[in-house]
C-alpha cells in the first residue's frame, strides 16, 4: 500500500502565501504522476496541478500563474507553493501518487486524508 501524507494547510490572508508538502510512503516500487486535488465546500473535487516523473505539468487555469508544483523522484516527495491566495481557493487538498507496488500491479492512484486551506481575512 502507498500512503500520502500531506502537511502544511491553514489559515491565510488573501494575497498571502502557503506551502503544501506531501510525501509518498509504503510498498512503492515506482510512481508516475504525483499531484493535488482540492475541494470547495459545495462543489466537486477538481485537479490542481500535477507532475511526472518526466517533468510534464498540469494546472487549473485559476491557479495559473499563483501555484507552482515540484516534486523530488527520489524521495517520492512533492510540494505545492500557493502564491496570492485567493478566497475562492479556500478549500481541501489532496495529495495523490499514481504508482505500481510491484512490477506485476497495475498502475493505481493512492489518495492522501487531506489538509484545509483557508483564504479569509
Known amino acids: 500500500q502507498v500512503q500520502p501524507v500531506e502537511s502544511g494547510g491553514g489559515l491565510v490572508q488573501p494575497g498571502g502565501s502557503l506551502r503544501l508538502s506531501c510525501a509518498a510512503s509504503?510498498?512503492?516500487?515506482?510512481?508516475?504522476?504525483m499531484g493535488w486535488y482540492r475541494r470547495a465546500p459545495g462543489k466537486a473535487r477538481e485537479l490542481v496541478a500535477d507532475l511526472s516523473s518526466s517533468g510534464d505539468t498540469r494546472y487549473a487555469d485559476s491557479v495559473k500563474g499563483r501555484f507552482t508544483i515540484s516534486r523530488d523522484n527520489a524521495k517520492n516527495t512533492t510540494l505545492l507553493q500557493m502564491n496570492n491566495l485567493k478566497p475562492e481557493d479556500t478549500a481541501v487538498y489532496y495529495c495523490?501518487?499514481?504508482?505500481?507496488?510491484?512490477?506485476?500491479?497495475?498502475?493505481?492512484?493512492?489518495w492522501g486524508q487531506g489538509t484545509q486551506v483557508t483564504v479569509s481575512s
Open positions: 495523490t501518487a499514481d504508482g505500481i507496488e510491484t512490477p506485476r500491479t497495475p498502475m493505481r492512484r493512492y
Open positions: 509504503g510498498s512503492i516500487f515506482s510512481i508516475n504522476v
